[in-house]
């Protein structure tokens, strides 16, 4: 099939990526004539492992292009997707710019029939908008589908490739089948709805996600106070084939491009129809202050915490990615140079994003794990790379000051611990708390 993609940021370019590889002959459009010219050069601006690999071999196939020429690519095309950004305003709501703006382009260059198919997340009754803008600038025949996207960054290409569904929003039988045909290779679990459902499905599949990473943190935080350990209810919890194993490490919340934005969305979306979602705005709240459980650890082991260096392993929202968006490191090293600490700051790729949004006198931005933790009174982990995962603790040990560990991720084992003599604290794991003297230690 010919589709034509609108918006090269994440959703756009690697659905764009993916369906060329599938063999449809695939145009990527965006505004910005430097990504433009960057991605026809096979250089990609995001980090997204084996995305660059797909996009080369297809573009030399021939199969993928790159254009700032929207009404060329849309001619050309039966497919078109919108693929552009609802980043959220102020009010939390989503912000419909960019999407109206792609639809009324879309419109002035219809030609012949169109199906048009809306990746980005957009709020129950958003397509039907679309529908109406479309028809009242053009006379040309064309549906609207909804197909929301559920990728993960980090993983984009293989959840492209692997999805768990693929759900298809429309009211018109013929569009369905087609768009079916374009994904019948990738699952059989293929669920055709009305637009608005399909539309819902997204922001509720994005909620409960949310939900279940709140209540286990809750459920951390409740295990700290009664001497369970979080991991071992987790286990025992995701064995229950109704609730699932996945989504339940406690940690110190969720970030991304996604959750916080959908969860805020969903939140309006509701107020908009008079309904209080309670629930959910539950979850944002508790999302919010989980982030604040490392101040508080390292309070209590330091009262004199405005005095100290600390080291922050991990600035990235979550592992392979060099995606900053909403991470919980931005409000916890901000809330700590603002109280006069000191920032050695490390992350394996994303720390050039970090500094774009976060830049202060008192952080000192490292090339290294072990670099960052020297001379540190205390180290704060908090992104699960891998790196971290293999750190010889007692070479750790030896190169900080105090040796002060705040695991926000539950990296480190009870067995990896054991006579390393460091003052360890986690998530939801007091039985692995070391030192129960929480007596200041002296600035050596
Ligand atoms: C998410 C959804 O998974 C995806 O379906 C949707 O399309 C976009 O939003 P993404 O934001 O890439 O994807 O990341 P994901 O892997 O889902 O993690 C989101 C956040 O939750 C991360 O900050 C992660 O650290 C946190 N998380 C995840 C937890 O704290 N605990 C968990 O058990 C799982």
């Known amino acids: 099939m010919r589709i034509a993609v609108i918006g090269t940021g994440y959703v756009g ?55 700032t020429d929207l009404t060329e690519a849309v001619q050309q095309s039966e ?24 639809a009324r382009d879309v419109a002035l260059s219809i030609n012949e029939y169109k199906i048009i198919m809306t990746k980005s997340t957009v709020p ?38 692997n ?17 079916i045909e374009l994904h ?17 499905i997204k922001y509720a599949s994005n909620a409960f996600l949310a939900t279940k990473i709140s209540f286990i943190n809750e459920i951390a935080n409740i295990c700290e106070k009664v001497g369970a ?14 609730i699932g194993s996945s989504f339940l490490k406690a940690g110190i919340g969720y970030g991304g491009s996604c959750f916080p934005k959908d969860t805020q969305a969903l939140i309006q979306i509701a107020g908009n129809v008079d309904y209080d979602f309670k629930l959910l705005k539950s979850v944002v ?42 991470a919980p490191a931005i409000e916890i090293i901000q809330e700590l140079v603002a109280r006069g600490v000191k ?29 960052a933790a020297a001379g540190a009174d205390a180290l704060c982990l908090l992104t699960e790379w891998p790196e971290f995962e293999k750190t010889d603790l007692s070479a750790l040990r030896a190169t900080m000051n105090n040796a002060v560990l705040i695991d926000g991720r539950n990296v480190f084992s009870e067995e990896e611990l054991r006579d390393k003599s460091f003052i360890y604290r986690s998530i939801g794991r007091p039985n692995m708390n070391t030192h129960n003297d929480l007596s200041p230690l002296p600035i050596t």
């Open 79 to 102: 497919i078109i997707i919108l693929a552009v950004g609802t980043p959220s305003l102020p009010s939390g709501e989503a912000d419909l710019r960019y999407i109206e703006q792609a």
């Open 229 to 242: 350990d979080v991991t071992k209810v987790a286990e025992g919890m995701g064995f229950d084939k109704r």
């Open 163 to 179: 999805p768990d569904r693929i759900v298809i929003g429309t009211d018109d039988a013929t569009a369905a089948t087609k768009i």
């Open 13 to 67: 370019l690697v659905s764009g990526v993916c369906f060329s590889d599938l063999g449809n002959q695939v145009v990527c459009v965006d505004k910005d004539e430097r990504k433009v010219a960057m991605l026809r050069a096979g250089e990609v601006p995001i980090y997204e492992p084996g995305l660059k690999e797909v996009l080369v071999k297809n573009a030399e196939a021939g199969r993928l292009s790159f254009t």
């Open 184 to 200: 019948q290779q990738l699952t059989d679990n293929i669920i055709v709805t009305d637009v608005r459902s399909a539309e819902m």
């Open 285 to 326: 709240d508790v999302n919010r202050d989980q982030r604040y459980s490392v101040i508080h650890k390292l309070e209590a082991i330091y009262p004199d915490l405005a005095t100290r260096k600390v080291a922050v392993w991990g600035l990235a929202f979550k592992p392979n990615t060099d995606d900053i968006r909403d």
């Open 124 to 161: 129950v009754g958003t397509n039907h908008k679309i529908k109406q803008l479309v028809s009242d600038l053009s006379m040309k025949p064309f549906d609207v589908v909804s197909v929301p996207e559920f990728l993960r960054e980090g993983s984009a290409v293989k959840d492209t490739f």
């Open 343 to 371: 920032i050695n700051a490390y992350d394996p790729i994303a720390t050039d994003n970090f500094r774009k949004v976060v830049e202060h006198e008192n952080i000192t931005w490292c090339e290294g794990a072990m670099e």
